[in-house]
């Protein structure tokens, strides 16, 4: 869900800009800003709440708490917070929010006044309290800028417009397609992109969509990282950083004849279970900790960077797997 267009817009826009020529400490905070507005317009998931609580209250197991959850959020989900029209004015009351000064919060305020009005009308209440949780979240954002961070309103615009704006995308091969003009009525996609006719191709072609985003931002992350701290850059040297445990994703084959067939409509099993393949990343830092003779110093002191390539190792191969797994049983 989210986490897939933070990482999206943290890797392209860390990357951009120490390409431009911005120090590597300053590339990562822009990186984590764009990710965390990217991130944002799936607040509006939080009204999937509500047919959770109606799923508990009629005693539905967990798959039928999934649908409950999806079918009630889908109500609401990517209309207002994902409209690229929506996109630059939330982005432009974020950075008047940072601005600070009483004649630009009052310009913030009445964007966002606006904005409510025009989705109440569109949308009705339902579509105002979301755009209400939508503008709060980004505010919110932009006084944590104000705080913690030295970004002029001008950076703070452009960061929240790449974040917002590249966050739709995304969802063009998950579900129905955004609203990228909302409120107005135009569709600009009509259907979502379809990876294979079969569903659960398209739903394992997804995944490694998905896959290569988290691969591309960990990179980035730990090239930035080794740069700023001016150490050896390995970044890109993954073998060196994966422990030979992460093949043990390799017998997560045995899931395509353990769990249904994965589709975007009953994709919980799979997804949850080959991302629990990652725990492996953790197994070796503590049978490393026990302290084993055979193994060679720097392989006795890992830390998180190791676990975290690890673990990304071993579902990346359980991925594999389970794909090879299941074109072998429908040949």
């Known amino acids: 869900m989210f986490v897939g267009h933070a990482l999206a817009a943290f890797a392209l826009v860390a990357l951009v800009a120490r390409r431009l020529g911005e120090r590597p400490a300053r590339a990562l905070t822009l990186g984590v800003v764009a990710a965390l507005f990217a991130a944002a317009p799936d607040v509006d998931i939080g009204y999937a709440l509500v047919g959770v609580v109606s799923g508990l209250g009629a005693g539905t197991g967990a798959l039928g708490l999934a649908e409950s959850f999806w079918s009630t959020g889908n109500l609401v989900h990517r209309a207002v917070t994902h409209s690229l029209v929506v996109a630059p004015i939330v982005a432009l009351a974020a950075a008047a929010w940072v601005d600070g000064r009483g004649s630009a919060r009052a310009v913030a305020l009445a964007l966002v006044a606006g904005l409510v009005a025009v989705t109440a009308t569109v949308s009705g209440v339902l579509g105002a309290v979301v755009t209400v949780a939508f503008v709060a979240t980004a505010l919110a954002l932009a006084a944590a800028i104000r705080r913690r961070t030295e970004l002029t309103p001008r950076a703070t615009f452009a960061l929240a417009l790449a974040g917002l704006a590249s966050h739709p995308f995304g969802d063009l091969f998950t579900g129905e397609p955004p609203a ?86 009953l994709s919980y099993p799979f997804v949850f279970s080959v991302l629990a393949v990652g725990a492996v990343g953790v197994a070796p830092v503590r049978i490393r900790r026990r302290g084993r003779a055979a193994l060679s110093p720097e392989f006795a002191r890992p830390g998180p960077e190791r676990a975290l390539f690890t673990g990304l190792a071993a579902v990346t191969i359980a991925w594999l797997a389970y794909l090879l797994a299941y074109l072998a049983g429908v040949a």
């Open 180 to 265: 990228f003009l909302y409120p107005l009525s135009t569709d600009v996609v009509t259907a979502r992109v379809a990876l294979s006719a079969d569903p659960t191709l398209h739903l394992l072609g997804a995944f490694a969509l998905e896959l290569a985003t988290v691969w591309a931002a960990v990179l980035a992350w730990s090239h930035l990282r080794a740069e700023r701290d001016g150490r050896s850059n390995r970044a890109f040297d993954v073998p060196r950083r994966v422990d030979p445990l992460a093949v043990a994703g390799a017998g997560y084959a045995a899931g395509a004849f353990l769990i249904p067939a994965p589709t975007l409509d």
